[in-house]
């Protein structure tokens, strides 16, 4: 792997976990409970995006 590429995968995990972490934050703030959810769901997403680049270093 170049380091570009490396660079990259760094990147976008720190992205990831940074979005995982601001909708974790939204969904124990939020009161209505379709737009929690929907908040848990989307950070969860965000999780798994992680462990797939992780994976990849």
């Known amino acids: 792997m170049t380091t570009k590429e490396t660079l990259y995968i760094d990147d976008a995990l720190g992205h990831a976990q940074f979005l995982a972490q601001q909708c974790r934050e ?32």
């Not at 969904?27 to 995006?49: F, G, I, P, V």
Request: charged share 20%; with cysteine; proline share 0%.
């Open 26 to 57: 939204a969904a124990n703030t939020l009161q209505d409970a379709a737009l929690r959810r929907c908040a848990q769901t989307l950070a969860e997403q965000h999780s798994q995006m992680y462990s797939r680049f992780y994976d990849l270093v």
